[in-house]
């Protein structure tokens, strides 16, 4: 498993304590689980992802990522709709392993309240909040 | 003491390398209070050539074997198991090694419980079938379980000719759970009423055992078509697998979850248990199946190997979430259950089930004939319910003396088969066996 | 220098079962057919399973080469924490295989089942002597389904006495069928942390014990090892308001004889026959899980119950607050007998001495071994104790990799990853069966495995080697599940 100072936390990113990452792209927001997620969990098999369409608050519970002996819950960062599901983790779950913040994104949001994206963590506080952890 | 190796020598040893003075001094932290007071009142120990003797005398006593002919089914059944089987299973690298969580040194028990998956997927005319439950009726009450997971529908339905045994497991299981089950009546032809279920919208699943209690044939056809209509799943349920030697197995007549009671494929009744909890269902609700599951896979150098997959399912891992508590399971019986279907062979397989039906029919003939009409028209396997003549309780007493079990009283069971005995004959029972019994009842 | 068991050999590959054999052959004596065929409606004739149709040979090469590939007690030691994989006696298999027991219908008349009526009679009777408790159902078939019928047990319970309480108290130490089968009953699970001592204090049952919960489901010993000292002191608060004790017996193996769980004021437990009380594995079952219970609980206990009459053993349903049936019969019978045996040849003093070398094995195991791995919880353990990685994760050694490099040197891994609480956990439980010869042959393995860590770190990463297999790709397994052929 990889050391903090080794984990990818992108600075143009928002990140969840629960280890999700949310990315604002032309007013909706992509969400995704961080570098320290994947690696933790190890090889990603399966991914449960919502149906477009299904609304969630912040905080609730939106799916869950399997790796071959553990499963992480995944929580939304923001509130909203969900707008957009990425199907390439469904026939490829390593997408998550290999790009978290790229072509593993998982969902994307229409906020109900863009300001909760503000209330998430930089990089560097995320990355504090993980040395914390430890 | 065999099973105990520590010489005086080894203890005295051992408690010098950890500095305690005796054994005594390992269990000082148990408080006063937790502790027994007297020594367990259990009987002397016995020696091996005792316990052989007090044992035989146990077994002895049973109406098993010596020349006992038992004509009983009733969800476990009298088979001919080839001596290969206990062979097979028998040997103590099967019988002794742990679950196989180190693919590395369980291969065997990995490839075996592999195969016997695929071929009671083959069996079954299902996609997956898990690697055992406990039994027929945990397995039963399991997939109603499953059904409400996966339709989020709270009500199962259940219809009454599943093994009352069976029923009141599903109750037990339930119990807890604020799902109401609904039971199914039957009709005079000896099979369940599909009226009620058209008449219903909201259930999660429909379980219909085909061959069912009383031994006949379901329109298991009929009632996963309906159970669709209503957006539920359909559970074919059995207790007699070698049924589908002859008859269309659940899922080529649309069953979604087949499962039951694997005994009868070389197992021994045993007085009920350990059994074997057959359980399988289509691809889509794979991953809401209960149970082990063994997966082909290689290894880190492209070997063909087994293991242990979707284990995030269990409870080792998503433990309150899990799709049950199952831990343990009957694998040794599924491997048995799997040599048994290599014995046989397709082609063997076929051929018993005929003979299995044909010596029921030959019986049945009989026993009108002297006098004993068969109660159901539906067509049945090796099993079937007969009206047995005013009095018969009393015969059936009689013939124990004579060393035979003349069918189960159905009275206790449904109370408006008074008078009424189920009758089961496998390939188990000669002609002149079954010719004796007519005698016998007749006299 | 040592030599260990661990070594190569030849055996044999074997292809999948469908793989072999040629349409009619057959390795079943088909019995003579003395009745006239009787065929039924074509309409309800199915094709029959695609089964492949092998010669005996071929079934008994088959079956015989697959034993080959599987670690067995019979061929080495397991020190499984928490499984108790100790030596399974062959007389028992004489036993179980007796022609009046195996081939008993479950549905004889009472009269002609008096043997096993009997033996099941006399074993609920030894196993409540054993766990210091009054009543006893031999129905559920494993441990989780002793656990699911004593959670329906307290289920009923509460609820004759009018009350529908929705949590239960479980502590992270718990092995994952405890809160699985709590969720079967709708019990909300609520986690109750151990102390810094590794034990439950009752002042932390106290903060978390109220009138919504149903009791408290600790396994004693536990799973670290250790006996749960507060057990009474935690008894207490949880009946007084209201709420019932259940005790996970699994390891009941380190306090035969000495233990009297009645008196630590334990309402409910299960056993494991396949652990405590010597009947196989199986490769993963049957195993049995008998419910016992403290007289006040009786009547909930599974029907059918064995009686005894003035004309001798029966069954009885007649107890109207029993939770029902959790099996269609009277449980895993085949696997009661090989336990009867078991007790009936160790006797009282016998399992006493049982429990003693287990916690002797075990401590033994843990003063040797304690510089080599970490200790979390550095105090006399029963009959398992519990490691970390800690000392061998700065050379990134993993707990996984030191289990795959046991099997090299002819041991199967401890339990790993359990409890939850200790990071890279290697539960160690020898049993009492282990001689002291074969327990300094694992404690040299270990240290051997702990020096490469530090020098040659690659012989673990690439652990097994000896084996049948290498590592298995388990990602791709769980990825796109094959699960039949």
């Known amino acids: ?134 | 003491m065999r099973y105990l190796p520590h010489t005086g020598e080894d203890v005295a040893s051992m408690l010098r390398a950890l500095g305690a003075r005796t054994l005594e001094a390992l269990f000082e932290n148990i408080p006063r209070e937790c502790r027994r007071e007297t020594a367990l009142r259990l009987p002397e120990a016995l020696t091996e050539w005792e316990l052989d003797d007090h044992m035989a005398r146990l077994a002895g006593s049973m109406a098993a074997g010596g020349g006992w002919e038992v004509f009983v089914g009733a969800g476990c059944y009298e088979h001919h198991i080839p001596a290969l089987v206990p062979a097979l299973v028998g040997r103590s690298e099967f019988v002794t090694s742990y679950t196989p969580y180190q693919p590395e040194v369980s291969q065997g028990t990995l490839q075996a419980i592999y195969e016997y998956q695929t071929l009671v997927t083959r069996l079954l005319g299902m996609d997956v079938a898990n690697a055992s439950m406990y039994d027929g009726a945990s397995a039963l009450a399991e997939a109603l379980l499953m059904a409400v997971r996966i339709t989020g529908k709270k009500k199962v339905v259940v219809s009454r000719l599943v093994h009352p045994l069976h029923r009141q497991v599903v109750r037990t299981y339930f119990s807890p759970t604020g799902g109401e089950v609904v039971e199914l009546p039957l009709l005079e032809d000896g099979t369940t009423d599909p009226g009620p279920l058209e008449e219903m919208d909201t259930f999660a699943a429909v379980a219909v055992q085909s061959p069912n209690f009383m031994g006949c044939v379901e329109d298991l056809g009929g009632f996963a078509a309906l159970a669709h209509e209503k957006e539920a799943l359909c559970i074919g349920s059995f207790t007699e697998p070698l049924a589908y030697g002859l008859f269309k197995s659940p899922g080529s007549l649309g069953a979604d979850i087949a499962c039951g009671e694997g005994q009868s494929l070389g197992v021994p009744m045993s007085f009920g248990g350990p059994g074997l909890g057959m359980f399988a269902c289509k691809a889509p609700h794979m991953r809401s199946l209960p149970g082990r599951l063994v997966g082909k896979t290689v290894d880190r150098e492209g070997r063909q190997g087994f293991v242990l997959t979707l284990a995030t399912r269990e409870q080792h891992i998503r433990r309150e979430k899990a799709t049950s508590n199952i831990c343990t399971n009957n694998s040794l019986c599924a491997l048995a259950a799997a040599v048994y279907m290599a014995a046989l062979g397709g082609t063997g397989f076929r051929e018993l089930a005929r003979l299995n039906r044909d010596k029921a029919e030959y019986l049945k003939a009989r026993l009108e004939a002297a006098g004993c009409p068969t109660r159901f028209r539906a067509p049945t396997f090796n099993e079937f319910v007969a009206r047995c003549p005013e009095g018969f309780e009393k015969k059936h007493r009689d013939l124990l003396g004579r060393k035979i079990v003349a069918g189960l009283r159905l009275e206790p069971y449904y109370p408006e088969l008074s008078g009424h005995y189920l009758f089961c004959a496998t390939e188990t029972k000669s002609r002149e066996s079954m010719d004796l019994l007519v005698s016998e009842m007749a006299s | 220098m040592t030599e260990f068991s661990g070594t190569s050999g030849l055996i044999h590959s074997e292809p999948l079962l469908w793989e072999k054999g040629r349409p009619g052959r057959s390795a079943f004596s088909l019995p003579r057919r003395d009745v006239d065929f009787s065929p039924p409606d074509e309409g309800l004739v199915g094709k029959g399973p695609e089964f492949p149709d092998l010669s005996e040979l071929e079934v008994v090469r088959h079956y015989t080469r697959l034993s080959q590939w599987n670690f067995a007690v019979d061929t080495g030691m397991y020190p499984l924490g928490s499984c108790t994989m100790k030596y399974n006696p062959k007389l028992h298999e004489k036993y179980a295989a007796l022609q009046g027991l195996s081939g008993a219908h479950p549905l004889l008349p009472g009269s002609l089942s008096q043997g096993a009526l009997c033996l099941m009679h006399t074993l609920e009777r030894f196993l409540a002597e054993i766990t210091g408790m009054d009543a006893v159902s031999l129905q559920p078939a494993a441990g989780a389904q002793g656990e699911l019928a004593g959670m329906l047990l307290i289920h009923a319970y509460h609820k004759r006495k009018g009350e529908q309480r929705t949590k239960i108290l479980i502590p992270d130490t718990a092995h994952g069928t405890n809160p699985a089968s709590a969720a079967l009953c709708r019990y909300r699970p609520v986690a109750i942390r151990s102390g810094e001592n590794g034990i439950l204090s009752a002042r932390a049952v106290e903060g978390l014990m109220d009138e919504e919960t149903a009791g408290i489901m600790v396994t004693n010993p536990n799973t670290l090892g250790l006996f749960e000292e507060e057990i009474r002191q935690i008894a207490a608060v949880v009946h007084s308001r209201g709420g019932l004790v259940y005790c996970d017996g699994a390891n009941l193996n380190a306090v035969m004889g000495m233990v009297d769980m009645g008196r630590c004021a334990v309402d409910v437990l299960h056993c494991n026959l396949h652990k405590t009380f010597s009947t196989p594995h199986g490769g993963g079952g049957p195993g049995a899980g008998p419910l016992c219970v403290q007289k006040e609980l009786a009547p909930f206990l599974p029907v059918p119950r064995v009686v005894e009459t003035p004309d001798g053993y029966a069954l009885s349903e007649d107890f109207p607050l029993s939770v029902g049936r959790v099996h269609a019969f009277y449980g895993n019978f085949g696997v009661l007998v090989r336990a009867y045996a078991y007790i009936l040849t160790m006797g009282a003093k016998g399992l006493k001495k049982a429990s003693q070398m287990a916690v002797l094995n075990a401590n033994y195991i843990k003063e040797r071994l304690k510089g080599t791995f970490h200790l979390p919880y550095d105090r006399p353990c029963m009959h398992e104790c519990v490691f970390s990685d800690k000392f061998q994760r700065v050379h990134k050694v993993t707990t996984l990799d030191m289990a795959k490099r046991l099997m090299d040197y002819g041991f199967h891994p401890p339990t790993i990853y359990f409890p939850l609480i200790v990071h890279g956990a290697l539960m160690v439980e020898p049993t009492e069966t282990e001689s002291k010869e074969q327990i300094d042959l694992f404690v040299e393995a270990c240290k051997a495995i702990a020096a490469e860590a530090h020098q040659e770190p690659e012989l673990l990463w690439e652990a097994p080697r000896r084996c049948k297999v290498r590592r298995m790709e388990e990602a791709a397994a769980a990825r796109h599940p094959c699960l039949s052929g």
């Open chain 1, 1 to 134: 498993m990889k050391e903090i100072d080794e984990l990818d936390l992108p600075g143009n990113l928002r990140y969840a304590k629960d280890h999700e990452w949310a990315e604002l792209r032309d007013g909706k927001v992509r969400v995704g689980i961080s570098d320290y997620a994947q690696d933790q969990l190890g090889d990603v098999v399966f991914v449960d992802l919502p149906e477009v369409g299904a609304s969630f608050g912040k905080g609730e519970q939106f799916g869950f990522v399997e790796s071959a002996k553990a499963v992480g819950e995944l929580f939304m960062p923001l509130g909203g709709e969900i707008v957009a599901v990425n199907q390439a983790v469904d026939d490829s779950p390593e997408l998550v392993n290999q790009s978290p913040y790229t072509d593993g994104w998982m969902v994307e949001v229409q906020p109900s309240d863009p300001g909760e994206l503000d209330a998430l963590m930089t990089n560097e506080a995320y990355r504090q909040m993980l040395e914390d952890l430890e």
